[in-house]
Nanobody, 115 residues
Framework: QVQLVESGGGLLQAGGSLRLSCATS????????MGWYRQAPGKQRELVAT???????RYTDSVKGRFTISRDDAKNTVYLQMNSLKPEDTAVYYC?????????WGQGTQVTVSS
């Protein structure tokens, strides 16, 4: 059974930094693309960043230059380094794994940025 567990969320002031982690199990992590999504209150879930098995990354425009996605295949873990955080980054952040058998999601971790 594939499981994804996010951690690292919290409450902080604008301009601060956080690093989210997503530890996975039950899949062949190294061959799967991984992603971070977020959902703010009253809004649809949106893509934040993705990383392929080969390390190619993609970001939504609003986080380019501030967020960095990375992966450690030895630890079956994907990270999201978030710098220069803004109040509009406030959301529940979800980890996603695109496996051959389908998409898997974590339970989410709350990030709240105060002004």
């Amino acid at each position: 059974q594939v499981q994804l567990v996010e951690s690292g969320g919290g409450l902080l002031q604008a301009g601060g930094s956080l690093r989210l982690s997503c530890a996975t199990s039950g899949s062949i992590f190294s061959i799967n693309a991984m992603g971070w999504y977020r959902q703010a209150p009253g809004k649809q879930r949106e893509l934040v960043a993705t990383i392929t098995s080969g390390g190619c990354t993609r970001y939504t425009d609003s986080v380019k230059g501030r967020f960095t996605i990375s992966r450690d295949d030895a630890k079956n873990t994907v990270y999201l380094q978030m710098n220069s955080l803004k109040p509009e980054d406030t959301a529940v952040y979800y980890c996603n794994e695109k496996a051959v058998q389908g998409d898997y999601w974590g339970q989410g971790t709350q990030v709240t940025v105060s002004s």
